[in-house]
């Protein structure tokens, strides 16, 4: 048993000088410092989109304010989207999918470990080229400019007549570099996850959260990819004359907005899938019980990775399709959150009858469970063509789409970082503050994205840097605004607990939640190597069996 | 017409007017799309309220469960730390929740689809006013192609009586980028794309002015390319469509005005009828002073504001594309004193 | 958790997993058809609407013969695999080296191609939109064909000096999975361009 492990590296620390330090961690290969540093570069851009948002939110506090010029809200609200998504969203995700996949198959690393490094790289290049803008958008001769384009990007606003200078390709490649990196981790886990299960564990006994990142790299490689090719033939027009969305020649600005979404919305579920992952992890251990329903949560997966490739234009209600086009993209829709339903049911069957611990992991699934159902539902308001024909580009797509985001993947993406932090680290994080920071961000997140919704119903439309008064907008603008303050404070609360417990937290050891999957037999945090041994596996819980000889899970499942 | 779930509009109503939504939506700036007054956003607001009822009571139960395992389920201190009965599922369960939502998605679908179909296969009456509506960035055209009028940033339509229909069908073209036409309380959005011809209609069944902006990103100014919709009785329509097809004014007290207008490069942007100033770039200024606003709703229609927005338009909306015109301050005031002739 | 001291694992038999060079390669292949996907759709999407200049009947030119070149280099690079996984090195050089020529002859055919449609007729990526679909698609895969090539080079290069082996086997099924795919593509690119475009 890898209890008996010695954490070697705890021996090796003392005497290292700081450049041997750096040194080893931007040559490594290894997937956990790999995943750690998409981590920490997920956390950098979460701060700088965070602070973004507020800006925008000042400067909506009340009509006509001028907290902002135009110019500057409208890179504000590009910026933000695109670094959320890009840089912070799919970074952190793959970052905990690098440090997780291998450790819960038994593996020793991933597949493809320096394709691993490079695909990091890739990515925080991106991430850099994105912010670079600022200084580089037009040319350094003038004002440097951040992308106004929106994060979609549309044609033809992105055309040279419309976006001189160089701040919409500072978009366009700082994304496609980030799309790169992408579909190389999608390849990598893929592999890994096929070919490195270490033996017993056949794809019927791996951990959910090994499912769900194996679909969403599946998605990863057909839905990343066309964004690449839209870019690819943006930058054909704007450099080499080419016409692809160039409507006075004849070219289409309709076939952006496909070729986008067609990426935009699978993208959605690429982002949740691995939440789901989070959420299918730890619930049954603060329940203590298996997940209910195994094969139907494969399923469902499996499910939600066709059925979402269906749906993209539920994004175009509005260009003029025709009443089939339009009829066909409802049911879709509609009919993808049936699997996703499906999934809110297991999860709440796990919980039904079990001893329910209240740490503060299984306090954001909780949180998850309840936001995540009304995103689900606005969400069906929004799938229904007409509705989406008044609330579409409205101020309730964005409280729908921020209560998927920031209700859900954040919110799944705290529970993993309270839950792993002491696998990771070998310290607990703080109770009383992981607490504090939940039930602050609750309030604040509920007066934002509650509120947000009813401007969306009195007509306010989205991507507007000031609005006019009399329209009833105002105080609720203020409310929505207030509650980002909150979160801000409960954010900083949670940087602090990360930061301080790294150094005063209680030690952890091996197992601190009595888990049942590999990643907790080995120790905390785990040795370079992984395992002294690999595993051999005969259920979905082999700690369980372990644990618990005279009734493992290998006689029912 | 008729229109399916207008069943579910009076207790919808009913409901709303509790919250205070409705109590806003009757204000006549109002922008609510639960206040509608015009076909399209009746049929929206009946099918919304169903899917609202039916979203609702999904959340109430699903609510109620997780709510009660949360409480009943939670550990003790007197569990003694034994674990709870380890199941692992059940078909039968799963088929339940399946089969149900499956059943709820149905009913949803068939009741969005007609009045998908309801909105946007209407035939065309022969009695329909005509409107070409042409995006710009960041001023509304409005073009009546029968009428032989062409104005910008407020439209008239009639008043349509539900017994003998007068809607207006509206044409959506763009000159530039995408934009988006959204008048809540009249109907849904419907964008407007360049080398593509949208089509939507409206049959407001109230006398009065309606608000609306555009609804999707354009650009710089998108914020403020607002929408003012005046909907007029026969009479007045009549009277407005009139004065609309007559040509710009004569005055010959503002003659110094006018030559300032048509000798510096207004005319480039500009159009008024009957004179040399014959640019499409900019809104058609005939009938200026017909308007309530200026700028596509960025400002008031009066002197002052005319007189800054001419001199300076970034003060009223910065980075519209119309360029300072910089003039001196007697042609500046002769120019504004000629436009304020343009009834 | 080892498996000699744990008596309740049973250990399976032979746990073999798929090898995860071709299970990389299978998911690389994947990705790059999603984005052809889109340039082809692209194409078939413009295919009459260009609002001026030369369209695809007046101007091309099916090109059988370099067509013919890439696919039977898809048989050649396939039996050169054979001959190395049966330890025939020197054959397998052979057939490699037919590989490459019969890649480098299909590049040479699509400049020739181009130079035509440029120099005589006029037409460029800028020209209309039969122009910009046309070139980026057929661009786009002569990039992956110089991309394959390069790598065909490289092992070429370890080839003639005496470093490849029948244990290299799998990493030249892996390259050949590549250059299949290149080769798909085209017969796809093929029917859109110049069958079903003209």
């Known amino acids: 048993m890898s209890t008996e492990v010695i954490p070697i590296e705890a021996l090796q620390a003392a005497g290292k000088p700081w450049t041997e330090t750096l040194h080893e961690w931007v040559t490594t290969v290894d997937h956990k410092r790999l995943g750690l540093l998409y981590i920490v570069l997920a956390l950098l851009f979460l701060v700088v989109g965070g602070v973004e948002a507020l800006i925008m939110r000042i400067q909506l506090v009340h009509a006509h304010n001028t907290f902002v010029s135009p110019q500057v809200f409208n890179r504000l609200f590009t910026m933000h989207g695109t670094t959320m998504i890009f840089f912070v969203a799919m970074p952190i995700l793959f970052g905990f999918a690098n440090y997780l996949v291998p450790l819960m198959i038994g593996a020793r690393d991933m597949a493809f470990p320096r394709l691993n490094a490079f695909s990091f790289w890739l990515s925080a290049l991106g991430g850099l080229l994105l912010y670079f803008s600022l200084l580089g958008g037009s040319g350094l001769y003038g004002a440097g400019n951040a992308p106004d384009v929106g994060w979609w990007a549309y044609a033809p606003l992105t055309a040279k007549a419309f976006s001189p200078g160089h701040s919409s390709d500072y978009w366009t490649i700082a994304v496609m570099l980030s799309g790169f990196g992408s579909v190389g981790t999608a390849i990598n886990i893929i592999a890994t996850i096929l070919s490195m299960r270490c033996p017993g564990m056949h794809l019927g006994r791996m951990p959910l959260l090994a499912w769900l990142n194996l679909v969403m790299s599946g998605m990863v490689l057909i839905t990343v990819t066309p964004l690449t090719a839209a870019q690819l033939m943006l930058l054909v027009d704007r450099y080499l004359g080419g016409h692809f969305f160039d409507t006075q020649a004849g070219g289409s600005a309709v076939l952006w907005m496909h070729f986008f979404w067609i990426f935009g919305h699978p993208e959605v579920y690429v982002l949740i899938l691995p939440c789901f992952a989070f959420i299918s992890e730890i619930v049954p251990v603060f329940s203590r019980k298996p997940i209910f329903g195994y094969p139907v949560m494969v399923g469902a997966t499996i499910c939600i990775g066709f059925v979402s490739m269906s749906v993209w234009a539920h994004h175009m209600f509005t260009i003029g399709m025709n009443s089939y086009a339009n009829s066909f993209f409802t049911i879709t829709t509609m009919a993808v959150g049936i699997p996703t339903g499906i999934k809110i049911f297991n999860w709440l069957g796990t919980m039904w009858g079990g001893r329910i611990q209240f740490k503060t992991p299984m306090l954001f699934c909780v949180g998850f469970l309840f936001q995540f159902l009304i995103a689900g539902l606005t969400g069906i308001m929004l799938a229904s063509a007409p509705f989406d024909w008044q609330l579409g580009n409205s101020y309730f797509v964005v409280a729908h789409f921020h209560y998927v985001i920031v209700g859900g993947i954040l919110f799944a993406l705290f529970a993993a970082f309270y839950y792993w932090y002491p696998k990771i680290t070998g310290r607990m994080l703080s109770e009383s503050l992981g607490k504090l920071h939940f039930w602050l961000f609750v309030i604040g997140f509920h007066a934002t994205f509650d509120t947000m919704h009813i401007p969306g119903i009195l007509g306010m439309p989205r991507r507007i840097y000031t609005y006019e008064p009399g329209r009833g907008w105002d105080a609720l603008n203020l409310v929505v605004s207030v509650g980002t303050a909150i979160q801000a404070i409960a954010i900083l609360i949670f940087v602090w607990n990360l930061i301080s417990s790294y150094w005063k937290g209680a030690r952890a050891g091996n197992d601190p939640w009595d888990a049942w999957t590999l990643e907790w037999s080995v120790a905390s945090p785990p040795p370079a190597y992984n395992f002294a041994s690999i595993p051999a596996v005969a259920s979905r819980r082999p700690l369980w069996d372990l644990k618990h000889p005279e009734d493992p899970d290998s006689l029912y499942e | ?343 | 958790m080892s498996a000699v001291t744990n008596p309740l694992v049973r250990q399976p038999a032979g746990w073999i997993l798929p090898d995860r060079g071709k299970v990389a390669m299978a998911c690389l292949i994947v990705a790059e058809s999603a984005i052809f996907t889109i340039f082809v759709v692209a194409y078939l999407y413009y295919l009459g609407k260009s609002v001026a200049g030369p369209t695809p009947s007046q101007v091309l030119q099916t090109p059988i013969f370099y067509s013919a070149c890439l696919l039977f280099s898809s048989f050649t690079i396939h039996r050169a695999g054979n001959l190395l996984q049966r330890g025939r090195r020197d054959r397998f050089l052979a057939w490699w080296v037919l590989t490459i020529v019969l890649g480098g002859l299909f590049l040479y055919g699509t400049g020739q191609e181009w130079h035509r449609l440029i120099y005589e007729h006029g037409l460029t990526i800028s020209t209309n939109l039969f122009g910009t679909t046309y070139y980026s698609l057929v661009g786009l895969h002569a990039s992956h064909l110089v991309a394959g090539l390069t790598m065909l080079m490289i092992v070429l290069y370890f080839g003639v000096t005496g470093r490849v082996t029948e244990d290299h086997s799998p990493r030249i099924e892996v390259l050949s999975m590549y250059w299949h795919f290149v080769d798909a593509v085209w017969v796809v690119v093929f029917i859109i361009v110049y069958v079903i475009g003209r």
């Open chain 2, 1 to 343: 017409m008729k229109f399916p779930l207008k069943s579910f509009e009076p207790p919808g109503r009913i409901a709303l007017s509790l919250v205070c939504l409705a109590a806003a939506g009757r204000a006549d700036n109002s922008t609510s799309i639960f206040a509608p007054a015009a076909t399209p956003a009746h049929a929206i607001f009946g099918l919304s309220m169903f899917v609202l009822a039916v979203t609702g009571l999904i959340f109430v139960v699903v609510f109620t469960l997780l709510a009660y395992a949360v409480i009943k389920f939670r550990g003790r201190a007197g569990d003694g730390g034994r674990e709870p009965a380890q199941v692992y599922g059940s078909t039968q369960i799963e088929l339940a929740w399946t089969v149900i939502p499956v059943l709820i998605v149905v009913v949803l679908f068939l009741a969005t689809a007609r009045v998908i179909h309801a909105i946007q296969d209407a035939p065309k009456p022969a009695s329909a006013v005509d409107v070409t509506v042409i995006g710009h960035q960041f001023w509304w055209e409005f073009r009546y192609p029968k009428l032989g009028i062409v104005t910008a940033n407020e439209m008239h339509i009639p008043v349509s009586d539900p017994a003998h229909p007068t809607p207006t069908f509206l044409k959506l073209l763009s000159a530039d980028t995408d934009h988006s036409f959204w008048v809540p309380t009249l109907a849904g959005k419907t964008d407007l794309i360049p080398n593509r011809v949208n089509e939507m209609w409206l049959d407001p069944s109230r006398v009065g002015i309606y608000l609306g902006q555009c609804a999707q990103y354009c650009g710089t100014q998108h914020a403020k390319m607002l929408l003012r919709v005046s909907v007029d009785s026969a009479a007045d329509f009549d009277r407005w469509v009139r004065a609309e097809q007559q040509a710009g004014a004569q005055d010959a007290k503002v003659v110094a005005g006018k030559r300032v207008f048509e000798t510096t490069a207004c005319i480039n942007c500009h159009a008024i009828n009957g004179t040399a100033a014959d640019g499409r770039f900019g809104p058609d200024l005939t009938h200026l002073m017909s308007r309530a606003t200026l700028a596509s709703g960025g400002a008031e229609n009066t002197s002052a504001l005319l007189r800054l927005w001419i001199q300076n338009p970034d003060a009223i909306k910065p980075g519209s594309l119309m360029p300072a015109m910089k003039l001196n301050d007697a042609d500046l005031d002769a120019v504004v004193a000629y436009l304020e002739t343009l009834r």
